[in-house]
Each structure stands twice: as C-alpha cells, then as structure tokens.
C-alpha cells in the first residue's frame, strides 16, 4: 500500500471514529421531560416533542397522567386535559405519536347530512367531510384550518350542537365550543376532553395523583399564604403571635419561604421579618401590641417570597379591654 493511501485510511477510520464518539455521546444523552407544577405530571421524549411542535397548552391543556401502558390496548398512552397521547413504534415518522379518537369513543356522532344539506363545494364559510358526512364552518373551520386540521381534530363527527348552553362541535378527537363574550381569537376554545373521557370511562384515578419532584428539581409559579392570629381578641396592650403557612400551586407545603409581615400598629405601622418557613412550611412571630383604642382592629399584611414568586394574605386582631 502506497503512502497516499495508507494516509486516506488512516484519515478515514479517524472520522469513523468521531463520528462513532459523536453518535455514542448522542445515544447517551437524557431523554427530554418537563415536569407541570399546574397537575404534578411530567411528559417526555416523543410525548414531549408532539406537545411542543403540535400547539402545546391551548390545544392540549396540562398532563393529566405520567405516560403508563393501557392494559387493553397494550399501547402506551398518556391523558392530557383535551386529548390522550398513544405511542405507535410501528408507524414512520412523524406519525409514532397519534391522538386517540376520544370524541368518537364517547359516542358523540350525529346521522349523517341530507343531499340537500350538503354545502355547495364552492361555499368558502364551510367545508364537507363525505368520510364522516358533516361539515365544519365559519370560525370553527377558520380554527380547524389553522391549528392542525385533520392530524390534531380528525373528521367531524356532528354538527354544532347546543350542549349545556353552549354550541359545540365534535370532531373524532376534539371538541370545539364557541365563547362569543370572549374577545376575538379567544372565542373558539377546546372542550377538556381527555378529562371527560377519562371520567367517562372510568379509568384508574390514583394515575390523577400529582407527582412530586425533589426539592431541586420542584419548580414553584405560585404561593398561597394562610395566616392566623393566636388570639383573635386582646387587651389594649400586651402581645400578639401570628403564625404563617405557606404552600405551593399544588397545596404542597413549602420550606424556605420568606415571609414579612406589616403590622398597622396605632403607634405607625412596623415591618416585622419571620424566620424562614421550616419543612412544615410554617413560622410564626409574636410582637408587642402597644396601647390600642378599644373596638378599632389592627389588620396585618404578610407577604410570603421564594425566589422570584410572591403571594400574600390579611389578617386582623381586635383590642377590646
């Protein structure tokens, strides 16, 4: 073997050899997920990328579920508030992820259109679906056009209906209901039908059971502060304890809240600063009243911080004797 070419084998068994690394180092890398505080669920990998790439929150809502394997079906499924996610390796890209038919499981379909109900092929305000035999129109159709047509809706399966005062339209996977008080591009929203389903069927509700993260990984976007006096009625003087519970979005109690607490004192008003909430998600501070007119109530304000989220309450004692 000459030089030249012992110096192109070499060269290529070295970018073989990185481009090996490169797919190994790929293979190896963590499965995207994200954990949703709003239910305590977490999506991940396809389910994930489906929900990004396909109109996430609007069109799907919050998971309701972690992905688990239907025990009928033996596919691997995950329930959003308006939809169910199903896992189909068999099927090419992009097509592995689909929505299960829920409008069509729920026996919502209506008797096919007349002849003579039929919108004309050339009518821009409706479209005719000869599979199913219904048509969607004016702002439903503008919608189903616009977010995802038949892969996210499927075929319609009635004709606006009025249900529960409220025009809705079914779709093999959907549910349109329309919202005219609200302001335009808000008025056509979608009916939370994986969550109608799920309790329609009767599924398994301990997989509704938030999931908690560890403290490291547990994302807070909400506070909810209670606070209580010890004694609700005092003497003009004297002192006063109030105690502070601070729990997440979920209700999950919350240690290493700031808390701060304003009390409108006759004396002026006096910030007193709490010790941070223990894993109990509790603190407490006790203060002097100072000289006080009878039946005038003393209110105080509590603010409770954790990193960049607040919340905050009002409570109020009364000096009486």
Known sequence: MGIRARVWLVQLLSLSLILGSAVTALAQQPEASRYFPETGHTARGPFLTYYDTRGGLEIFGYPLTDEFVDATTGVLVQYFQRARFEWHPENADPYKVQLGLLGQLLNRAMPRLGASQIPAANNPDCAYFAETGHAVCFSFLKYFNQKGGLDIFGFPTSEIVLENSRFVQYFQRARMEWYPERPAGQRVQLGL?????????????????????????????????????????????GQQTVYVYVTDQQGQKLEGARVT???????????LPLNLTSERGTTKVTFDVGRSTPGTAITLDVTAEFGTVAGDTRTSFLPWW
């Open 261 to 271: 607490l304003i009390a409108h004192l006759p004396k002026g008003d006096q910030a």
């Open 193 to 237: 039908l994986g969550k109608i389903y799920y309790d329609f069927a009767g599924l398994d509700r301990s997989r509704l059971t938030p999931q908690p993260l560890s403290a490291a990984d547990r994302r807070v976007t909400s506070l909810v502060v209670h606070a209580s006096v010890e004694n609700p009625i005092t003497g003009r003087d």
